[in-house]
């Protein structure tokens, strides 16, 4: 009985021995394995970490290469422009011209800076009369001093142009069949028997001068001229007319 019994602890000692063995053995496999993980994840980060490194300096250094006075510049131009938005809305321009200077009972402002220089702009603004005809709708806003003048304009040079524009051109080709332009000037500015040739004047002369070319002419050709005065056509009207002029 005694002898049954030991042999079977024996045998148990051995079974558990080996089992013992056997797992340290694992450990030890398993230990070796996360080593290698955590050498290769610190050699991957290493080496990211150096690609941080070269990409920071190399930020640094272009960042070096702009001019502060060019960063000074954007920041000062970002806040004008922020200015003039504000005084667009709270001056109520945005009631005539729409919000994004998309048009309505004033014209259309896409674009504008593209189109006039600053001069007849500021007066647009603040003397209309003078720049727009003696009999402007657009209210006078005088109160304006020239910083906020400036704002404003440098907002309006942020609204490009847009679906708008190709769409007053196509009405001042309507307009300018309607108004009989192209029975002097031709169907498309190439010049008639009675007319000269319009080809390429929106390039010559600014558009400020044309609109007085079509309303007023006689000031520009002196008195004798075979041009009619288009007194009566809209502001709007003689804008898109001239939209139309710059297609040839
Ligand atoms: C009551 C409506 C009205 C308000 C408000 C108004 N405008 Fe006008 N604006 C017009 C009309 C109409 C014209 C076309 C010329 C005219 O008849 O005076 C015009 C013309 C202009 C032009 C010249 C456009 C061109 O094609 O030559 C500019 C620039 C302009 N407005 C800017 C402004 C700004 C900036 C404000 C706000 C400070 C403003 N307008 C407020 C109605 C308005
Ligand atoms: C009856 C013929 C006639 C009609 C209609 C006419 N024009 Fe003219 N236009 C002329 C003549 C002639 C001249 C040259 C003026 C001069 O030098 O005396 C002229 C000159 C011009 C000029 C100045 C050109 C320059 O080189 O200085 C413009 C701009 C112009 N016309 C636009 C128009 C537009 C836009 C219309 C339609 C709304 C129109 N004209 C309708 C006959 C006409």
Redesign the pocket.
Known sequence: MLNKISSVLVLLFFLTGTAYAQSIEELKKQLDEAKEMLEQQKEAIASQKATIDALEKALKELSEKIPPQVIEREAHLKASIARGKELYISKGCLECHGGEGQGGKGPLLKGITLKYGVEYLALSVTNPAISHGAKPSMPAFTELKDDEVRDILDFLATLTPGRENLERIERGKKL?NK???L???GIKGEGGL???S?RG?TKKYNYEW?RL??TD?VV???QK????A?TE?PFMDVEA?IDY?NTF
């Not at 001229?225 to 009619?228: D, E, K």
């Open positions: 300018w108004l009989g332009c029975a002097c000037h009675t007319g000269p319009l004047l044309i070319c079509v002419p520009h050709h002196g001229t075979m041009m009619p288009f056509v007319v002029m």
